[in-house]
């Protein structure tokens, strides 16, 4: 977005062939009166011209604003807004395009985190190639995380919720689906994928084409079984410094999948790294650090990095993602020696709240005897030990997400659990 500068503009002129001659006093002689209408219609043409040029900077300046709360990457955006009930709100993809699902507006208190689980199926009858994500959320978001799993759902914890679907062909279905008040870790950790991942208000990420031309694709199978993982929270303070809250005491989430464009697609896979044994002893800073090699070593390289994001809690401070390889020994061959000096630093945050979602029009390229590493710093201001944990008010996380290819198993997810 830039500024207006306002000087370019047309300004209203007015002359006259005697600069001590009052337009009143001028009226009643025959060429004052076509002189001044002469003025009067400059003046009023000049004032046009001016309104005009105001009003497209004014249009310029709300839809250039309009996505401030997260990046807009690549082919635009769809209408959003927040409501006057401060409800975020998002158009559906065109009919053709893609499929929209909307989770209706639930309670967060004041003082409470949130997490809980929403269980559904996939509107489509069909396989289905995502090309382009866009996620909106309510503020207190602090993250949503779509998961497709072939478990059974839990049992009904009688506490429905309503979800509204919008179809390829346009066609609306408002649905009450199953609901957990919590994150159901023994279903999402038994065969669930992470497929989507959030932690901005408004996210729109169109996927990149790889160097062999084929265009990167998110893969879900017809009418596949979702759990939408909504995270919110209504917290004023925190002991790591800042807040998260919503406004209107409300969690809302709208998610648009578009097609892939025609043509050949590769699917693409997700990493979710997590080092677990994360420990913060009190009133100090503390950085640790983790190697992500992605095992199994049987996935063919090149891998082609597509986008990323980190995540941590409130005492997080900064966030980096390095390219590493290892030392080569004097026949040039590698040793299995890491060497401390980083090919080049791909990712870099310093915000708990709404880290920075990294897109790669170009991918990120790993050869062999290439892995990432990760380098996270935190300040535990508080007298007790802060460990790994769900809950931002006494926990702390260290993860990483990021899409890749090839993808693994058919695009499957790759846990990284290893400390």
């Not at 559906?92 to 893609?98: N, V």
């Not at 992500?292 to 980190?310: A, E, K, V």
Request: hydrophobic share 35%.
């Amino acid at each position: 977005m830039h500024n207006a500068n306002v000087s370019n503009l047309p300004q209203p002129v007015v002359t006259s062939s005697n600069q001590n001659v009052s337009l009143g006093s001028q009226l009643g002689h025959p060429v004052g009166v076509i002189q001044n209408v002469f003025i009067l219609f400059y003046f009023l043409l000049s004032m046009k011209r001016f309104l005009s040029a105001v009003f497209i900077i004014t249009v310029s300046f709300v839809v250039g604003c309009k996505s401030s709360t997260g990046p807009v990457i690549n082919n635009g955006f769809s209408n959003h807004y927040t409501d006057a009930d401060g409800n975020v709100q998002m158009d559906p993809p065109p009919i053709g395009e893609g499929i929209q699902m909307v989770i209706e507006p639930f309670d967060v208190p004041r003082d409470s985190d949130l997490q809980g689980d929403f269980y559904f199926h996939l509107p489509s009858d069909v396989d289905f190639n995502v090309g382009r994500i866009e996620i909106a959320m309510n503020q207190g978001s602090h993250h949503m995380n779509l998961f497709r799993s072939p478990v059974a759902w839990p049992p009904d914890s009688g506490m429905p919720r309503t979800m509204v679907f919008t179809r390829d062909n346009g066609k609306k279905d408002t649905v009450s689906v199953r609901y957990q008040p919590q994150f159901n870790s023994s279903i999402i950790w038994n065969e669930a994928d992470l497929m989507l991942e959030s932690q901005l208000p408004y996210l729109n990420w169109a996927l990149p084409k790889l160097p062999d031309g084929t265009q990167a694709a998110i893969k879900l199978g017809a009418n596949d079984t979702l759990i939408a993982e909504a995270h919110y929270n209504n917290i004023a303070v925190l002991d790591g410094g800042g807040s998260q809250t919503a406004p209107n005491g409300k969690g809302k989430v709208i998610i648009n999948l578009w097609k892939a464009p025609a043509g050949t697609t590769t699917s693409a896979s997700m990493m979710f790294a997590r080092k677990s044994n994360l420990s913060l002893p009190p009133m100090q800073e503390t950085t640790v650090y983790k190697d992500c090699f992605f095992s199994p070593t049987d996935l063919p390289r090149p891998i082609y990095i597509l986008g990323m994001t980190g995540h941590f809690h409130s005492r997080g401070k900064t966030f980096v993602v390095d390219k590493m390889t290892y030392l080569k020994d004097s026949t040039g061959a590698f040793t299995n020696v890491v060497d401390p000096t980083p090919v080049e630093t791909i990712y870099r945050s310093a915000a708990w709240n709404e880290p920075p979602f990294t897109v790669y029009d170009t991918p990120i390229k790993l050869e062999q005897n290439q892995f990432i590493r990760y380098t996270v710093t935190y300040f535990n201001n508080t007298e007790n030990t802060i460990v790994f944990g769900p809950h931002t008010k006494i926990n702390e996380h260290c993860n990483l997400f990021l899409w890749f290819t090839p993808n693994w198993e058919g695009g499957r997810t790759l846990y990284d659990n290893q400390n």
